[in-house]
């Protein structure tokens, strides 16, 4: 059979492909001569479309966002996984990259969703809008549950979406004009939003460093602990303990330097704790655990990665009532403003999950469920040090910190991607004391993560 008869008049948009079309003003025939042979094979060009004018409004780009360098970390490395899924379509994938959690959301929490929601359709269990700050049974049960003592009230307390989106509301409550320091290496989040808000320069690629911000260099040498001696003071401080993703966790007598260098500086703490129950000794869990970090610190938590929560999203800053700002004006009281301008509450089903976390039995369940991240994180660990690789985290946090000494961090990425099919996370993406390092992360099933070191044991012995 001829692909192409020449009398035929092919139709460029009859094809049964992509249907029957009736618009006969736009189909375009194509002439073939009558003195073609039956079976010649013709090919047929496009005409090239007209030249038209893009409509642009008169609206000018946001500077800061062009200051952004390529795209944000973790969808940059979901768009390579991608590729590589492409190019190798049979090949079993295995994703330590992120840090998104694979378990089930215990029973005991999921039930109490499922009844919230549940009671939404009817007429006495329907509710709308909630409390901006959250529901207030909901804050005094986390006051109650992880402040105990600490002088932190309900009051204190906003019950949001997730700390990552805290932080930017946090961002916004401070302002352009700000300075700012953070941990390097340290979760993108701080460093994105500061330069969308303006308050950084532009990129310097020599030293792979926004200008005006403050990295803190944390690294093997100094313990993952800044040297505050030599720390240009700033405004603001964003500080992450247990850090991602080296995966320490500052001590006691670190965290008492750290409030007194803010103290002495008039500067904020912005203290992210979202890996606070994976301390496995007695390192603060909250940075109130502190004398005067009331008067200097904002703590923002998860319960992400206590409770599977990544999807669900429920969260809590902490802003206490004696953090005041250089005219005495309480920083609660912004905030609060900030979150009724932005935010219309948790998801009161999400909410009820979260009170259900915080009973006897779903705080058991957190714990079981961080017992076996921690697992995973110990077998993670003792395949790379049998390799003989130097290896920090892993103790405090869900995080497993590889450092391969004179290496591109996105070459090693792309070398254990190709090799074994492995996504890790390169350690150049938290920031410039990132290079060199990998991030590989404890959120996976156990048989993934026992094939992923089976592999790595293969590329590496």
């Not at 005094?140 to 949001?160: M, P, Q, R, T, W």
């Not at 805290?166 to 320091?181: E, K, N, P, Y």
């Not at 009973?359 to 993670?380: L, R």
């Not at 130097?390 to 450092?403: F, I, L, R």
Request: proline residues 5%.
């Amino acid at each position: 059979m001829s692909l192409m008869q020449p009398s035929a008049s092919i139709s460029s948009t009859s094809s049964a492909f992509l249907g029957q079309s009736t618009n006969n003003s736009r189909i375009s025939k194509v002439s073939v001569p009558a003195s073609a042979k039956k079976n010649e094979i013709f090919k047929c060009m496009a005409t090239p479309p007209s030249d038209t004018t893009v409509y642009k409004t008169k609206v000018s780009r946001n500077a800061n966002m062009a200051k952004l360098q390529a795209g944000y970390l973790f969808p940059e490395i979901a768009r390579r996984k991608a590729a590589h899924m492409m190019k190798y379509p049979d090949a079993q994938v295995i994703s330590l990259g992120i840090g998104d959690t694979t378990e089930p959301i215990p029973e005991v929490i999921t039930s109490a969703m499922a009844q919230r929601s549940h009671a939404l359709s009817t007429l006495e269990g329907y509710s709308g809008y909630g409390d901006g700050q959250g529901d207030k049974q909901l804050r005094a049960a986390i006051a109650s549950a992880f402040y105990g003592k600490l002088g932190i009230e309900e009051s204190d307390i906003f019950v949001s979406d997730g700390a990552k989106c805290d932080i930017s509301r946090l961002q916004i409550l401070l302002g352009s004009s700000v300075t700012m320091a953070v941990q390097d290496p340290s979760y993108p989040a701080y460093v994105d939003s500061s330069v969308i808000m303006g308050q950084t320069g532009q990129f310097q690629k020599d030293v792979e460093k926004y200008r005006n911000i403050e990295y803190m260099r944390c690294s093997p040498e100094n313990g993952f602990f800044p040297n505050l001696s030599t720390v240009r003071p700033t405004d603001v401080i964003f500080f992450c303990s247990p850090n991602n993703p080296t995966g320490s966790a500052a001590t006691r007598e670190q965290l008492i330097r750290l409030v007194q260098f803010a103290k002495e500086n008039g500067s904020i703490i912005v203290y992210d704790s979202a890996y606070a129950m994976y301390i496995s000794d007695d390192r603060p869990r909250s940075i109130f655990e502190i004398p005067g970090a009331k008067e200097v610190a904002i703590e923002t938590v998860s319960f992400s990665k206590y409770a599977g929560f990544t999807g669900v999203r429920l969260g809590w800053t902490v802003v206490p009532k004696e953090l005041l700002f250089s005219d005495g004006f309480p920083v609660a009281k912004d905030f609060n403003r900030i979150v009724c301008t932005c935010f219309n509450g948790a998801s009161n089903i999400s909410q009820t999950g979260g009170l259900a976390c915080l009973s006897p039995e779903g705080i058991k369940a957190m714990h079981d469920v961080v017992s076996f991240y921690k697992e995973n994180t110990k077998i993670i660990m003792d395949t790379f040090n049998s390799l003989g690789f130097k290896v920090q985290g892993g103790e405090h946090a869900p995080y497993v910190w590889v450092h391969f000494p004179g290496r591109s961090s996105w070459d090693v990425f792309a070398e254990i991607l190709e090799k074994i099919h492995l996504v890790t996370t390169p350690g150049s993406g938290f920031g410039p004391g990132g290079e060199g390092f990998i991030r590989v992360s404890a959120f996976g099933h156990r048989g993934n993560v026992l094939e992923a070191c089976k592999r790595l044991k293969q590329l590496y012995n």
